[in-house]
């Protein structure tokens, strides 16, 4: 059926079933495979059938709905379950995406937010992968070897462009608690942060969780840092964890901006990524810093596996280490370059305006542009590591690079 899906629903009300089925037959990208009106028959239903999709309504009884939803996690992996629910309870949506579900959403549905989950779950179906768990949402940390190295700049222009494409919708979170600047990226003066966010963890739902976010004119969401530097101490793990599940629940790209002190917030959102790029440059501190980074993430046995080594500026004339020689001092391959626009990029965050609008044009945006798709699995990384990329002709090569 090329790019159809097919999908199987549950409901006990007749009523919202019927709304549901209305709903999925308005979009020609589905087949409705089958129906059902009853929790305890549904894994049969779906083990008979075998939809690429799941449809889960809570609202009759949740608690059977979510041991619903953690039986097909296990028995049928490869169908992919969409829950949906009258209710935004932030605790409820948390048990949800717990469970196994991969979407979560709320009635009454919308069309286009149900085109755009099932565009995600199609994605993940037919080889487009958004991240190498198959989950609805990808999670990206970035973090900087040491600071000034780019991570911010990147973090930032890395989630204009994934905004970019209407396939994704996307947040960046500003954990640089004390000295983050996202917000000057953006040119942004927020109404709420991270803290604001944070201290009301327990009583978050998905409404008021967007109505704190502060929306860019290119479609990314942010969530920058505490306006006082006080406000940092009072940020926990767990209503962090709680956020982040929340905004997972809402996105298709969480990016998270860390601070380089690496502490507790710090390595709780490296443990939640799906990828941590790790930004370092050409020289000795930083690529010594990195050996240092690679060793403690390998000891933890955490997310080691996760992390992905970024170059920036690349082609400073001084006295750069080859990029063979930084391989080999850090030990692996380096995953993306990106070139070196000290006048673009003075530019970009002086005008507080994205490479995006201020020069789509350049090498550099063109780099970050390919890293975007490339993370949303709409372009295949390279074997080599790096050397065929496109922006590389719109630069003179180095030697020995």
Known sequence: MGNVLRIAIVDPKDATRET????????DTIWLEAE?????????VVGQTNPEVGFVALDSNPEKALDLIHTLAKSAPN???LATSSSTDGNLILKTMRAGAKEFLTQPLKQEDLAAALQRVSRMHFGHK????????????????????????????????????????VVLVDLDLCLGDADVFLDTIPEYTLSDVAQNAERLDLTLL?????????????????????DSRLITTDQLTRVLGLLKA????????????????????????????????LDLPCLRNVVRLLTSFKES?????RVKVVVNRVGIDT??????????????????????????????????????????????????????????????????????RSWLNLWPARSGS
């Open 210 to 230: 967007k109505r704190s976010l502060t929306k860019h004119d290119t479609g990314l969401y942010l969530l920058p840092r505490p306006v006082r530097m006080e």
């Open 130 to 169: 958004n991240s190498a768990s198959g989950r609805g949402c990808t999670v990206v940390s970035v973090t900087g070897a040491t600071g000034g190295v780019g991570a911010t700049s990147l973090a930032v222009n890395l989630g204009c462009a994934l905004a970019a494409d209407s396939d994704n919708s």
């Open 250 to 281: 809402s996105f298709t790209h969480v990016i998270i901006d860390t601070s380089k002190g690496f502490g507790p917030l710090d390595l709780m959102a490296l443990g939640e990524a799906d990828v941590v790029l790790l930004v370092t440059q």
């Open 79 to 81: 169908c992919a379950i």
């Open 20 to 27: 549901l089925k209305s709903t999925l037959l308005s979009l």
């Open 301 to 305: 046995g955490k997310f080691d596996d």
């Open 36 to 44: 059902c009106s009853r929790y305890e028959f549904f894994a049969d």
């Open 319 to 388: 006295g750069q280490i080859s990029l063979r020689k930084a391989k080999e001092t850090v030990g692996r391959d380096i995953f993306w370059q990106i070139p070196n626009d000290y006048r673009v990029m003075v530019e970009v965050r002086n005008n507080g305006i994205p490479l995006l609008q201020q020069a789509p044009k350049s090498a550099i945006a063109q780099s970050i542009n390919q890293l975007a798709l490339t993370l949303s699995g709409k372009l295949e990384q390279p074997a080599d590591g790096s050397k065929s």
